[in-house]
Nanobody
Framework: QVQLVEDGGQSVQAGGSLRLSCAAS????????MGWFRQAPGKEREFVAG????????YYADSVKGRFTISRDNAKNTVYLQMNSLKPEDTAVYYC?????????????WGQGTQVTVSS
């Protein structure tokens, strides 16, 4: 079992930056691939960024490529999402997720989410 708790969401103006963090419980964090997703009002949840268990591979949705950076610190059981050049369309609840099998599309564990609001 892995429990995930997101933090760092807040209101910010367009062009600003935020760093989200996701703290994981358990001593097996380093075994999990991690991802960030988001869900805007009235829309389906969408993938934002992912990172392999050792941090060596990262991948991003086209909509955030070049603006967002995912990273992890396995010593701190934490994954981060640095978000720069924020746009109003980035407004959403952001969720982190964990999966044990990196080749699977679906994730096994989810956090409760943190709200990011970007005003123009």
């Amino acid at each position: 079992q892995v429990q995930l708790v997101e933090d760092g969401g807040q209101s910010v103006q367009a062009g600003g930056s935020l760093r989200l963090s996701c703290a994981a419980s358990g001593r097996t964090f380093r075994s999990y691939a991690m991802g960030w997703f988001r869900q805007a009002p009235g829309k389906e949840r969408e993938f934002v960024a992912g990172i392999s268990s050792n941090g060596g591979t990262t991948y991003y949705a086209d909509s955030v490529k070049g603006r967002f950076t995912i990273s992890r610190d396995n010593a701190k059981n934490t994954v981060y999402l640095q978000m720069n050049s924020l746009k109003p369309e980035d407004t959403a609840v952001y969720y982190c997720a964990a999966k044990l099998q990196p080749t699977r599309a679906s994730y096994d564990y989810w956090g409760q989410g943190t709200q990011v609001t970007v005003s123009s």
